[in-house]
């Protein structure tokens, strides 16, 4: 399994260690996942070729980006936050 660079949005234990809201770690893709779901951290890297940033999409963009890279179908009602977390997710699945 692959390690992924997350940043931590709210303090979490990792490997028995307090990390703190704000540090950049690496983390095996299930714990990314979990994390991610939770809304505890946002996804910073993970080891690819093709780095895309999300960030500079628009909504539509990121719609379509999400069907066409993932097969993934969004809700035009998310938030850019929501939209780019699910497009996240899915890339740590693929």
Known sequence: MSKVLI?????????????????????????????????????????????????????PQLIEFAKSEFNLELDASLNKKQLIEAIQTASLED
Not at 30 to 55: F, M, P, T, Y
Request: net charge negative; with cysteine.
């Open 7 to 59: 940043a931590l949005t709210s303090a979490v234990v990792i490997a028995g260690k307090i990390a703190k809201a704000g540090d950049e770690v690496h983390v095996d893709e299930q714990l990314a996942k979990e994390l991610l779901h939770r809304g505890r951290c946002e996804l910073v890297e993970v080891d690819s070729e093709d780095k895309v940033d999300l960030s500079k999409m628009t909504n």
